[in-house]
């Protein structure tokens, strides 16, 4: 939930709240997982909550676990229209204003020409950091030779792990209204199934109205008639997936609370059958593997149920006594084989139980049958195969849980809880094919002066990665020992506490050093040459911190912090030079000026301010008595140069990052709808950009890197880090750009 103007949005989470804006405030639901009570839940709670995520909540008053609002989409997101409210205005350029900023729009002496047309620059979609699997199951798929296919944010990936090269279905500059823009995801993908030919993807998402989308795994096109969206109210998302042995059929079941479970004809797009799944969650839907036999079967809470889709009938499984199913799958014979929350195999002839088979410790993630062979995943982070028979043949110890399971002869593929994407061969790992953040949400980014890329997240991780070779280098802890949470910490639905997340970072190419921010207001300085220790440790404020940033010339670093003050240190041994105070709300975005004696500023209250560092004070004139002098970067979201980069109908909480190119032509933005744009400087009311999909959730950062070769992005709750690369220009007129950007926050 976000807070506006003593209102709470519940569009999305997470986005520049505190956990007082979640819990216990007028509005609050409860509180996310960082702050859930484990010994409070019963065991089928505590099943929901390992197998859903961040879908669930722990609710305080009544002591239950419930869907969050990450499914329930409004059909139409109305947008706030009383954008800006503050009590007082403040002195100088502010005072007088009904808007705190309005005084402090000043156009600076030098900017380059006003041009409204869409900027000639271009960027297309090259690579993305990322696998969902922290509540996903069964969704990373063997193609053919060295491609595999999995989802993450809003697309479905098809990589060669051998060149390390990706397509996208998704990531486009797709046009308002335009045919393409009903061909992609427009949300968060969750359910991933590949047809038995490998020719065709099946992907599902979430939404007001969940869309299932086929697509060709070679075009990375909609197929014809490939689109199918679930126009019942409350379906909340599509959840899982599966494709027939023939190919003929896809199965999918939505988020209703009766579980609708579908099947759809894949050629023609009709559906041909659909009827309620029950009450009970639905974890997982597979196929019987006999070619032309029209059975399937749904599992998930408590039941597991055997589909008839020629006969349109369904059957209870019978003699498992309630037991909890994540997953299932078919052999050859038309034996089920369901992985039970009790780390047994339960094997199925028709509806009736036929025996047990105790494979793990803990609850059964995943299950997998090929070629005579049972593959499954358990909770004690073990691959392991067993014959038809139930006997053990293998088993390989992983360092976290296996989620998703593809075989490929010696090859098998196991996509894992803590994001990483693995290769097993003969017992082993021997090969990371992917790595990522994977709880709660990514905001840290930062560009080094050698273009190595960092993150940082709510999962205790320091990310390092290489963009010309497409990979990550290093990953280190923030933290390694838990400390008490702050009273104001950041909202997030994160597992780890407030001093292993941290949602900002900064880069001294004087020092080559790195400043990483946490969400106990503490800021940690290391060598980018040594990520692993502290040199030291800074309290700078009781609250989070959302942004910071070094002076120019290296000598300072500028703290902004949720206690509404920017605290600056002298980097020469990390004495604070002090604190300033004029902000009536949190710190969002601050810049330096290229001399390093000014820094402006945005806040939460929608301030702009200047600030004089030799002085130590606010220059109320700062607008004025800064229009001749050069910035170093443009981060904040309220200026002069940035009044057009509001989309139409959004208030300045819609925008969360904003970055100016190297060269100075183009400014980048990253908004709640998951959109990444880029504008030519200044971008005025009216200007138009170019938009770009990719993201499902709000994109909290972007930065250029590379000379403007290339624009990074992080999306907060996808957890993902997408790499756009600039390509041949290309202008689009009015009539197609995605959203044209025409509202100021006037």
């Not at 859903?52 to 139409?76: A, I």
């Not at 950041?490 to 190419?509: E, G």
């Not at 060598?527 to 009781?542: C, G, I, R, T, Y």
Request: glycine share 10%; net charge neutral; aromatic share 10%.
């Amino acid at each position: 939930q976000r807070r506006v103007h003593g209102t709470f949005d519940k569009k999305k989470m997470g986005c520049g709240t505190t956990q007082t804006s979640r819990a216990g405030e007028p509005g609050s639901k409860g509180e996310g997982a960082a702050n859930m009570s484990p010994s409070a839940m019963t065991a089928d709670e505590k099943v929901k909550l390992e197998l859903e995520g961040e879908r669930t909540f722990y609710m305080k008053g009544s002591g239950t676990v419930s869907q969050g609002g990450k499914y329930d989409r409004k059909e139409n997101r109305k947008e706030d229209s009383e954008m800006f409210g503050v009590e007082e205005a403040g002195p100088g350029e502010q005072k007088g204003a009904c808007l705190p900023y309005m005084g402090a729009l000043i156009e600076p002496t030098n900017h380059p020409p006003i041009n409204p047309k869409q900027p000639e620059e271009n960027y297309a979609l090259e690579y993305v950091y990322g696998y969902r699997t922290y509540d996903c199951r069964r969704n990373l798929f063997f193609v053919s030779g060295a491609k595999i296919v999995f989802n993450v944010a809003a697309l479905g990936v098809v990589m060669d792990i051998n060149s390390n090269k990706q397509t996208f279905f998704g990531g486009k500059n797709i046009a308002a209204g335009s045919k393409e823009m009903m061909e992609y995801h427009d949300d968060d993908v969750i359910c991933l199934a590949i047809s038995p030919d490998k020719k065709y993807v099946a992907t599902g998402q979430v939404g007001a109205r969940p869309t299932l989308f086929i697509w060709n795994v070679e075009t990375c096109k909609m197929k014809e008639k490939g689109r199918y969206q679930i126009k019942t109210k409350n379906s909340r998302a599509i959840n899982c997936v599966s494709w027939s042995e023939d190919g003929k059929y896809v199965a999918f079941v939505d988020k209703q609370d009766d579980h609708y479970v579908y099947v759809m004809n894949a050629e023609s797009g009709e559906i041909e059958y659909t009827d309620k799944g029950g009450q009970g969650e639905v974890y997982d839907i597979a196929w019987s593997k006999i070619p032309g036999d029209e059975s399937f079967a749904t599992c998930g809470s408590k039941h597991i149920k055997f589909w008839d889709a020629r006969n349109k009938t369904n059957k209870s499984g019978i003699g498992h006594e309630g037991m909890t199913f994540p997953c299932a799958t078919y052999g050859t014979d038309g034996t089920c084989y369901a992985g039970g929350t009790d780390g047994q195999i339960y094997v199925f002839k028709g509806p009736s139980l036929a025996m047990k088979i105790p494979a793990h410790t803990g609850m059964i993630h995943c299950i997998n049958f090929i070629e005579s062979k049972i593959y499954t995943g358990g909770a004690d982070n073990t691959l392991k195969v067993f014959g038809m028979g139930g006997a053990n043949d293998s088993s390989v110890q992983l360092p976290s849980i296996p989620r998703a399971i593809d075989i490929l002869g010696k090859s098998i593929l196991v996509g894992l809880k803590n994001g990483k994407i693995v290769l097993v061969q003969d017992g082993k790992i021997v090969k990371e094919v992917m790595k990522s953040h994977h709880d709660g949400e990514v905001w840290g980014l930062e560009v080094t002066d050698n273009g190595e890329v960092i993150t940082t997240g709510d999962d205790n991780k320091i990310m390092t990665w290489n963009p010309k070779e497409r990979k990550n280098t290093g990953e280190y802890i923030i933290c390694e020992k838990e400390k008490p949470k702050v009273k104001y910490g950041a909202s997030s639905l994160t597992n780890y506490p407030d001093n292993q997340c941290s949602r900002a970072v900064a880069y001294n190419p004087k020092k080559k050093e790195v400043a990483l921010a946490t969400n106990f207001g503490e800021v940690m300085i290391r060598d980018l040459s040594n990520l692993k220790v502290n040199k030291k440790l800074l309290q700078a404020s009781e609250r989070w911190i959302e942004f910071m940033s070094y002076s120019p010339n290296g000598d300072y670093l500028a703290v902004g912090t949720h206690s509404n003050s920017i605290v600056i240190y002298s980097t020469a041994n990390y004495a604070k030079k002090g604190t300033l105070l004029a902000h009536k709300s949190s710190i969002v975005s601050i810049d330096w000026s290229k001399d390093s004696k000014y820094i402006r500023s945005n806040c939460e209250a929608y301030e702009l301010l200047f600030f004089a560092i030799d002085e130590m004070k606010q220059d109320p004139s700062g607008a004025t008595n800064t229009k001749d002098i050069e910035w170093n970067t443009h981060a904040i979201k309220i200026g002069w140069n940035v009044t057009g980069i509001y989309p139409k109908g959004c208030d300045g909480t819609h925008i969360n990052g904003v970055c100016l190119s190297g060269d100075g032509k183009l400014i980048a933005t990253g908004c709640d709808f998951g959109l990444v744009t880029i504008f030519r400087n200044p971008c005025r009311e009216g200007h138009i950009g170019k938009s770009f999909r990719g993201h499902s959730e709000h994109v909290v950062r972007v930065k250029f890197g590379f000379e403007d070769q290339y624009l990074f992005s992080v999306g907060g709750q996808d957890k993902t880090l997408m790499q756009w690369k600039k390509i041949a220009p290309q202008i689009h007129d009015r009539s197609t750009q995605l959203l044209t950007h025409t509202i100021s926050p006037t």
